[in-house]
């Protein structure tokens, strides 16, 4: 048998405290999605402001970076590069924009993270402070 890791509701809250108290400080609105290493949401936020077209492009984010095992842009990037069309993923739910990041523990992937509402940089912004929350005492 082998033993895996998974995010818990407590780190998902850590993460989405961290996304939400920048949010917060700097008045902007945008979603956060935090699922498991399969792309299945442990919890989600939705801020005063954020477009509603956020709430699922989050989700989206954080389930690309979970089943790819790496950020939502290099997904992307390499769809782009290598002319491999996002279609033959066969789920409509991968996406190409940055904004979801895996969440790694001792060399696996756990979980991930994503965020929608805001320009593409500042998205991935949002998304490696949460993710790097976890890494604090």
């Not at 935090?34 to 492009?57: K, M, N, Y």
Request: aromatic letters at 6%; a negative charge; one cysteine or more.
């Amino acid at each position: 048998m082998k033993q895996t890791y998974t995010l818990s509701h407590r780190d998902a809250q850590t993460i989405v405290n961290t996304i939400v108290e920048k949010l917060e400080a700097d008045n902007l609105g945008a979603a956060v999605a935090v699922c498991d290493a399969h792309g299945e949401l442990i919890a989600f936020l939705r801020t005063d402001g954020c477009p509603l077209t956020s709430i699922t492009i989050a989700q989206n984010k954080a389930f690309t970076a979970a089943r790819e095992r790496k950020p939502s842009k290099a997904v992307g990037e390499a769809s782009k590069n290598e002319g491999f069309p996002m279609t033959n993923f066969g789920d409509p739910r991968f996406l190409t924009w940055g904004g979801g990041m895996p969440v790694f523990y001792e060399g696996e992937v756990v979980g991930a993270v994503g965020v929608s509402g805001l320009p593409e940089a500042v998205d991935m912004e949002l998304v490696a402070q949460g993710v790097a929350s976890l890494e604090q005492p």
